[in-house]
Each structure stands twice: as C-alpha cells, then as structure tokens.
C-alpha cells in the first residue's frame, strides 16, 4: 500500500465520485461537497468520505492515519467493484434485450 497520503485522497474522491449521486433538485449538497478527512487521536483514527457533514462512506478505525486512509482507499475500492459488477450486468442485460427486439 501507497503511504502517500495525496495519492491516496485523490484516489478515493475518484472513486467516490462514481459512488456517489445526489439523490435530486431538492439535495442541498452536490458532488463539490465531497471530502476526505481523517479523525481521531492517540492510537485510534478513521477516515472517511464527507458529502457535507455526513459521513458517505468510513472506513474501519487504524492505529495511524495512514492506515485509516488505506482502509477507505480498499472499502471505496471494493464499494466500486460491487457498483460496477452491478451497473455492467443491469447494461449488457439491457443491450441484448434491445438486440433481440430490433432484430
């Protein structure tokens, strides 16, 4: 795992960025209120992606901020995988559907 703490935010808003939707016109937050922050002190930190003052997305709680940003840079990752192996399916479904129609 990278200890590169830019590389590793600009990462996880990458990925939160496909995650994350706002949900309609009367959502008072968009995409531009999205932020990576960790908190926490001594031996317990946790990082999280912020969508305004709510947590969007934690990761598990580490014994440094560095492991507390790799921990959210994995569970945006596996989030991403489980969208994607969702929203890819729902399409090639779609598209042989459509195949099979205007043939």
């Given at each position: 795992?990278?200890?590169d703490m830019g590389?590793?935010?600009?990462?996880?808003?990458?990925?939160?960025?496909?995650?994350?939707?706002?949900?309609?016109?009367?959502?008072?937050?968009?995409?531009?209120?999205?932020?990576?922050?960790?908190?926490?002190y001594s031996s317990?930190?946790?990082a999280a992606v912020?969508?305004?003052?709510?947590?969007?997305?934690?990761?598990?709680?580490?014994?440094?901020?560095?492991?507390?940003?790799?921990?959210?840079?994995?569970?945006?990752?596996?989030?991403?995988?489980?969208?994607?192996?969702?929203?890819?399916?729902?399409?090639?479904?779609?598209?042989?559907?459509?195949?099979?129609?205007?043939?």
């Open positions: 795992m990278t200890t590389v590793l935010r600009q990462q996880i808003m990458a990925n939160a960025r496909l995650l994350i939707k706002p949900t309609g016109p009367s959502t008072a937050t968009n995409l531009g209120d999205l932020d990576v922050v960790v908190f926490g317990s930190f946790t912020m969508l305004g003052l709510t947590p969007a997305v934690e990761g598990t709680e580490e014994k440094s901020p560095e492991l507390a940003m790799n921990k959210l840079f994995l569970a945006t990752c596996e989030l991403l995988k489980l969208y994607l192996r969702k929203c890819c399916r729902t399409s090639a479904t779609s598209m042989v559907a459509e195949c099979l129609t205007t043939s």
